[in-house]
T-cell receptor
Framework: TQLLEQSPQFLSIQEGENLTVYCNSSSVFSSLQWYRQEPGEGPVLLVTVVTGGEVKKLKRLTFQFGDARKDSSLHITAAQPGDTGLYLCAGGDQGGKLIFGQGTELSVKP | DTGVSQDPRHKITKRGQNVTFRCDPISEHNRLYWYRQTLGQGPEFLTYFQNEAQLEKSRLLSDRFSAERPKGSFSTLEIQRTEQGDSAMYLC????????????FGQGTRLTVV
């Protein structure tokens, strides 16, 4: 069974701080996707990484896919209250099915 | 096309009743997925279709659950004889069929069984 372990589960920081969320697995995935979800809404896609070692930047967010395509990280620089939400990593197989981590609940206080 | 659409957004039902949810995917996407999410957890895969063919079903999908995509466009998910444990957010996503295609989610249907 493929599993994705996401850490930390909860993170509460002050505006302006940096943070990193980790997503680890013993399985190899074809792709890894990061989503952000707000209460009562569906997940919104942030980025997809497919190549081992790949790094993608989205404004203050930096995503990295591990060389072996088993793990990933999300780094946020100078967090803002608008970054508050549930961050989900999801590993994809060839059929497109996603295996999700349990999520990281981020709270950024002004 | 404004994205994946799910209906209804919220459903409250009594235990033992049947419920049906609808998902309209992004029009050019031929893959459609159903997931279930409970509070504090990430979404869990239930089933997926490529066009009208249901290609995979999770063991989470008990025999009270059935999903259809009759014409390869919209899909329905029916839960028969609902139980309190069925209370969750039911999410639909769609993607193209190319390798590593990105999946886009609808806003979900929040089911509460009382």
């Amino acid at each position: 069974t493929q599993l994705l372990e996401q850490s930390p589960q909860f993170l509460s920081i002050q505006e302006g701080e940096n943070l990193t969320v980790y997503c680890n697995s013993s399985s190899v995935f074809s792709s890894l996707q990061w989503y952000r979800q707000e209460p009562g809404e569906g997940p919104v896609l942030l980025v997809t990484v497919v190549t081992g070692g790949e790094v993608k930047k989205l404004k203050r967010l930096t995503f990295q896919f591990g060389d072996a395509r088993k793990d990933s990280s999300l780094h946020i620089t100078a967090a803002q209250p608008g970054d508050t939400g549930l961050y989900l990593c999801a590993g994809g197989d060839q059929g497109g099915k996603l295996i999700f981590g349990q999520g990281t609940e981020l709270s950024v206080k002004p | 096309d404004t994205g994946v659409s799910q209906d209804p957004r919220h459903k409250i039902t009594k235990r033992g009743q049947n419920v049906t949810f609808r998902c309209d995917p992004i029009s050019e996407h031929n893959r459609l997925y159903w997931y279930r999410q409970t509070l504090g957890q990430g979404p869990e895969f239930l089933t997926y279709f490529q066009n009208e063919a249901q290609l995979e079903k999770s063991r989470l999908l008990s025999d009270r659950f059935s999903a259809e995509r009759p014409k390869g466009s919209f899909s329905t998910l029916e839960i028969q004889r609902t139980e309190q444990g069925d209370s969750a957010m039911y999410l639909c996503a769609s993607s193209s069929a190319r390798d590593n295609a990105e999946a886009f989610f609808g806003q979900g249907t929040r089911l509460t069984v009382v």
